[in-house]
């Protein structure tokens, strides 16, 4: 079992703003990063640190924190955005990482 | 551009071996510290392995631990992964990806677009 938690799913309507969140111990220590997967392709790495962006991802994504819960933000969802999500994290022996089971967000 | 380019994957016979392969090329690859991250079909990323830049630390998911062996040629800009005592369960598409430290956490900047893995009688 995954030591950080994400909900399965998650639906916004398009154009309003969706928080997908992560919790695990770990995350008390250590930042999450965030993942965006789309069907039949690679994950791309969206959100890094305490709230990061790499360069070509849209400003609509952003991070925060709080306690053992790590949350991505989508402020202004597109339909570009249905995909899933994955965080992660050092895990407890902070030697590797470790990742979320994932969030599937649908765009309504 | 950065790319990372898996290949080796296929079918294989339960019990059977495998080596994965990851051509790197658009960045200086000897400084970066490697993972493979592979994902089942249908399911969730996981964490399979890492090496450092140099090769000298090495660590292992605990369902791979004594039968994978990653390793690294910095020479041929190329990390690998050796499979061996495949089950059914490792049947997914395997990734290679770059991993980076951030103020002690981690992250994965680079990933190659895959390769499938099938463990199958």
């Known amino acids: 079992s995954s030591e950080l938690t994400q909900d399965p799913a998650v639906s916004v309507a398009l154009g309003q703003t969706v928080r997908i969140t992560c919790q695990g111990d770990?995350?008390?220590?250590?930042?999450a990063s965030w993942y965006q997967q789309k069907p039949g392709q690679a994950p791309v790495l969206v959100i890094y640190?305490?709230?990061n962006r790499p360069s070509g991802i849209p400003d609509r994504f952003s991070g925060s924190s709080s306690g053992n819960t790590a949350s991505l933000t989508i402020t202004g969802a597109q339909a570009e955005d249905e995909a899933d999500y994955y965080c992660?994290?050092?895990?407890?022996?902070?030697?590797?990482?470790?990742f979320g089971g994932g969030t599937k967000l649908t765009v309504l | 551009e950065v790319q990372l380019v898996e290949s080796g994957g296929g079918l294989v016979q339960p019990g059977g071996s495998l080596r994965l392969s990851c051509a790197a090329s658009?960045?200086?690859?000897?400084?970066?510290?490697m993972n493979w991250v592979r994902q089942a079909p249908g399911k969730g990323l996981e964490w399979v392995s890492y090496?450092?830049?140099?090769?000298?630390?090495?660590y292992y998911a605990d369902s791979v631990k004594g039968r994978f062996t990653i390793s690294r040629d910095n020479a041929k800009n190329s990390l690998y992964l050796q499979m061996n005592s495949l089950r059914a369960e490792d049947t997914a598409v395997y990734y290679c990806?770059?991993?980076?430290?951030?103020?002690?956490?981690?992250?994965?900047?680079?990933w190659g677009q895959g390769t499938l893995v099938t463990v199958s009688s």
């Open positions: 658009g960045f200086t690859f000897s400084s970066y510290e």
């Open positions: 770990s995350l008390r220590s250590y930042y």
């Open positions: 990806a770059s991993s980076a430290d951030y103020y002690g956490s981690v992250l994965f900047d680079y």
């Open positions: 640190g305490k709230n």
């Open positions: 090496i450092s830049s140099s090769g000298s630390t090495i």
């Open positions: 992660n994290s050092r895990d407890s022996s902070g030697n590797h990482g470790v």
